[in-house]
């Protein structure tokens, strides 16, 4: 068994050894609490995830590629029929064609005030606007006005391959279960949140909502948590450079000392030394 601050042979002091594989296993925690699941971070998502009911609001839906051989070609946002939604204005991007439907009418661009709206399509018109590789893109319309009743909005998405396969975003999340393969969107109706937009879709100076994006959010706790684990290194550092110094042995052992014989183990040994000294005299006498 080693002793503390003890060397091992081919091999760091083992009070250093120690050191750093505490360190390994807490850089390893902060790893799995840090970076999301694959398929979690997938998912097809909104930003703000919570809004005020019966009113207006600006809604992100953030859509990643899944496949790196392969590009998202068409989103197209599926609207509850109970939602009864009048307005919907969609944001311009660049390369993508937007439709919005609502029952048997369709108009490219916005729906006029009538039937609900039932579903907003985005196809993108190049194939340098479509979403290729591991990136995303984010479709932005302004909808409302929202249910008063209820507490979510439940948004299935069709998200569109450029070899024409349909992964349905269509199962909706249960409260305190399992999340499933492929969850529809779900935006929360909240009377503490507040509106960030008119009637007519247009932002209110100085309105923004009280949340925070999943994104935000992310980069937030994993700033955190990288922070909290170089303040732990240094102080393990710290502490093994303390150790090392400390002449009193707490770090290691002290260095032995030279004895010095006990004063009546010297005297003795002295009496003894000086009598063989005299025989040995006397016998070398003529």
Request: charged share 20%; hydrophobic share 40%; aromatic share 4%.
């Amino acid at each position: 068994m080693h002793e503390p601050g003890q060397t091992r042979q081919g091999g760091p002091p083992v009070r250093v050894a120690r050191a750093f594989r505490a360190a390994g296993l807490v850089l390893a925690a902060a790893a799995v609490v840090a970076v999301p699941a694959g398929p979690a971070y997938g998912h097809v998502s909104v930003d703000p995830v919570r809004v005020a009911p019966g009113g207006y609001t600006t809604l992100t839906f953030r859509v990643p590629n899944e496949r790196p051989d392969l590009s998202t070609v068409e989103v197209r946002v599926v609207l509850p029929a109970n939602a009864s939604v009048q307005s919907a204005v969609v944001h311009k991007l660049p390369g993508w064609h937007c439709v919005v439907e609502r029952g048997s009418i369709t108009r490219a661009g916005s729906a006029p005030v009538g039937q609900p709206v039932s579903a907003i399509t985005w196809t993108a018109q190049t194939e340098d606007a479509a979403i290729d590789g591991e990136q995303f893109q984010e479709f932005r319309v302004s909808l409302g006005p929202l249910p008063e009743r209820g507490d979510r909005i439940v948004f299935k998405v069709l998200q569109t391959y450029s070899d024409r396969q349909v992964v349905p975003w269509i199962e909706e999340p249960e409260d305190g279960a399992e999340e499933p393969a492929n969850p529809a969107v779900v935006l929360r109706l909240d009377r503490r949140a507040g509106a960030n937009v008119d009637e007519h879709g247009m932002p209110i100076d100085g309105a923004g909502p009280a949340w925070q994006s999943p994104g935000t959010a992310l980069a937030v706790g994993v700033a955190a948590l990288v922070v909290a684990v170089a303040a732990l290194l240094l102080a393990l550092l710290d502490r093994i450079r303390t150790g090392r110094r400390r002449p009193d042995g707490e770090g290691g052992p002290t260095p032995a000392e030279p004895s010095e014989p006990a004063p009546d183990a010297a005297a003795s040994a002295a009496t003894t030394t000086s009598a063989a000294t005299t025989t040995s005299a006397e016998d070398a006498a003529p």
